[in-house]
C-alpha cells in the first residue's frame, strides 16, 4: 500500500471540520495523536475565524474496558477540560479510528464532566474493524486495514506529521497507540 | 531477591512498606497519581476503574482520618467498601488475625487495607492472602506509612518539582514515627540530596544515622535554609516512660513559630501529617499562614490513595 502523506489528510480532514465549527464548538483531543492533530486544527482555525475556540485533552484510560485485563496504563496523561461541557457542541479528535472502544471511554468520561449538546467524532484516517456501534462523522481517508497490521502516526522535530504501516505485534511504544 | 511488594513482572502486588521499592515503582504511583487530582474538581467525582470490586478497610487500631481517605479514595475509583473496626469487634471477642482475614476472603474482598498496632502485621497478613488479594499497609506500629510518605512526597513535587535540590527538614517524634521513616525512604529513593531530622535525643531512633539523615538536636541550626519543613505529630498514646518533660517544654524548644520558620528559605513550605496538636508541634500563626501546604497535603492524599488501589486492583496482563 502506498502511504498518504498525513499533512494532506489533516488538509482534507480541516476542510470537512471547518463547516461544522460554531461558537458553541469546543474541540477535544484524544492523547496522543490526537492531541497533535487537535492543535494544528486549532491553529488554522485560529487563523481563519480570527479567535481561539476551546478545546481540552482527555486519555480516558481510567475508562477502558480492558484495565481488568491489562491495569492501568502508567503513562497515561492527566485530562484536561478547562471549559462548562453543559450545552456545548464537542468535537473530538482522534487519529486513528478501529474499534471504537476509546471513543467509548472518552465519551464515558466526558459525561462526567456534565452533559454534552452533541458529540461528534473526526478521525485522519478510519481503518475500519469497529466492534461497537460508533463511527467517525468525518475523515481525513478510509483506509482499511487487516486486523494484524495498524497505522502509526508521529510526529518529527519539525512538527511534521508522519504515517508508518506496522504488523500489530511490533507496535513501537513511542508513538502513538489506536486500539 | 525476592520482594513481597512485586509480583514476578516486578510490578506492584502489595503496598507494605516504601523501603525495598524501587524508584520506578514510586514514580509510577505519583504519576498515576496526578491523572486524580482532577476527578475531585469534575461534576461527577468517580472513575469506573474498580467497580465490582471491594476495598475492605481493616482497622486493627483507631484512626478516623487515615480510613476516610482511604473510603474516599476507593469510593472514587467506584469500589465498594467495607469498613472493619476490629479494635471494637471480633479480636476483642477474642478472634486471630487470620480468622478475620480468612473471613474477608470468603466474603470475596479484593483489596484489604491494613492500620495494626503492632509493626509487620501488614506483611504478616500480605503472605497469607491468595495471589489475587492485595493488602496495603495504612500503618503498622512504628514500623511504616507508606501512603502517607507518598502523598508528602507527591505534595513536595507539586510545590518544588526539582527533589534533586532539595534541603528537607523533618522535625519532631522520630522515634514514635512511622510515618518519618516512610518519608525517609521516599525521600532518599527519589534523590532528594539533603535530608535533616530535628529532634531530641530521647525521641530519635538508634542508629537513625544509617538511614541517610543529618541529625540536629536545635531548631535553630536545623531549619537553616530548608526548602520543606515536615513537622510531625508528638504521639503521646504511644510514649511511655519520661521521654519528655512536658508539652510546652517541647514548644518552648521544637514548636516551629513564625521566628523559627523564617530561617528556612522564605519560599520554604510547611507540612504536617495531622493531626495536628497546635501549640505542640507546630503555631497557629504557621499552621494556618501562607506557606503551609497542610491542607493541600489531605486533598492529595485522596489521589494518591486512588493510584496505589487502580495500580493494584487493575490486571497485570503485559
Redesign the interface.
Known amino acids: 500500500m502506498t502511504l498518504p502523506d498525513p499533512e494532506d489528510l489533516l488538509d482534507a480532514l480541516y476542510a470537512q471540520l471547518k463547516p461544522r465549527v460554531t461558537a458553541e464548538t469546543a474541540l477535544v483531543g484524544i492523547y496522543t495523536g490526537g492531541v497533535w492533530l487537535m492543535e494544528k486544527l486549532l491553529a488554522r482555525l485560529r487563523a481563519e475565524l480570527g479567535y481561539t475556540i476551546d478545546s481540552g485533552k482527555l486519555?480516558a484510560?481510567?475508562?477502558r474496558d480492558?484495565?481488568?485485563?491489562?491495569?492501568?496504563k502508567?503513562?497515561?496523561?492527566?485530562?484536561?477540560i478547562p471549559f462548562d461541557v453543559n450545552g456545548r457542541h464537542l468535537i473530538l479528535i482522534d487519529d486513528i479510528f478501529y474499534t471504537g472502544r476509546t471513543t467509548r471511554a472518552v465519551m464515558?468520561?466526558l459525561?462526567?464532566?456534565?452533559r454534552p449538546a452533541k458529540i461528534e467524532l473526526a478521525v485522519l484516517i478510519n481503518r475500519g474493524g469497529a466492534q461497537l456501534p460508533i463511527r467517525p462523522d468525518i475523515s481525513g481517508a478510509d483506509l482499511p486495514l487487516q486486523a494484524e497490521q495498524a497505522f502509526e502516526l508521529s510526529m518529527n522535530t519539525q512538527g511534521r506529521l508522519q504515517l508508518r504501516l506496522t504488523s500489530a505485534a511490533t507496535e513501537s511504544s513511542g508513538a502513538a497507540r489506536h486500539v | 531477591m525476592y520482594n513481597p511488594q512485586l509480583n514476578t513482572q516486578g510490578?506492584l502486588q502489595h503496598l507494605l512498606s516504601i523501603e525495598g521499592l524501587p524508584k520506578r515503582i514510586l514514580n509510577?504511583i505519583l504519576?498515576?497519581a496526578?491523572?486524580f487530582?482532577?476527578v475531585a474538581e469534575?461534576?461527577?467525582k468517580?472513575?469506573?476503574?474498580l467497580r465490582g470490586k471491594t476495598v475492605c478497610n481493616i482497622f486493627f487500631e483507631n484512626s478516623t482520618r487515615t480510613r476516610t481517605t482511604f473510603e474516599i479514595a476507593a469510593k472514587r475509583l467506584s469500589a465498594d467498601v467495607l469498613n472493619l473496626n476490629v479494635s471494637t469487634s471480633s479480636q476483642s471477642k477474642g478472634e486471630t488475625i487470620l480468622d478475620t482475614v480468612n473471613n474477608l476472603i470468603a466474603m470475596h474482598a479484593d483489596i484489604f487495607v491494613v492500620r495494626h498496632q503492632q509493626s509487620g502485621a501488614a506483611h504478616f497478613i500480605a503472605q497469607h492472602v491468595p495471589p489475587h488479594i492485595s493488602v496495603i499497609n495504612a500503618g503498622d506500629g512504628r514500623h511504616a506509612h507508606p501512603t502517607q510518605g507518598l502523598l508528602d512526597v507527591f505534595t513536595i513535587r507539586k510545590y518544588k518539582p526539582e527533589l534533586h535540590n532539595l534541603r528537607v527538614a523533618i522535625v519532631g517524634d522520630v522515634l514514635h514515627s512511622r510515618v518519618a521513616r516512610s518519608e525517609i525512604h521516599a525521600l532518599t529513593t527519589l534523590g532528594v540530596p539533603e535530608i535533616r531530622v530535628i529532634a531530641p535525643l530521647t525521641l530519635l531512633p538508634t542508629d537513625v544515622e544509617k538511614l541517610g539523615v543529618q541529625v540536629f538536636h536545635n531548631m535553630e541550626h536545623g531549619l537553616k535554609d530548608v526548602d520543606v519543613v515536615m513537622m510531625l505529630r508528638l504521639q503521646n498514646e504511644r510514649m511511655s516512660g519520661a521521654l519528655l518533660p512536658s508539652s510546652q517544654e517541647f514548644f518552648q524548644t521544637f514548636g516551629l513559630t513564625p521566628e523559627r520558620l523564617a530561617l528556612a528559605r522564605p519560599d520554604a513550605i510547611v507540612m504536617h501529617p495531622g493531626p495536628m496538636n497546635r501549640g505542640v508541634e507546630i503555631d497557629s500563626a504557621v499552621a494556618d499562614g501562607r506557606q503551609s501546604v497542610i491542607l493541600p497535603q489531605v486533598t492529595y492524599g485522596i489521589a494518591v490513595r486512588m493510584a496505589v488501589m487502580?495500580?493494584l486492583g487493575?490486571?497485570?496482563?503485559?
Open positions: 486519555d484510560a481510567m475508562y480492558d484495565y481488568t485485563r491489562r491495569g492501568l502508567s503513562a497515561a496523561q492527566p485530562a484536561f464515558n468520561e459525561f462526567d464532566y456534565g | 510490578q509510577e504519576d498515576t496526578e491523572n487530582v482532577g469534575r461534576e461527577v468517580k472513575v469506573p476503574l487502580a495500580l487493575g490486571g497485570n496482563a503485559a
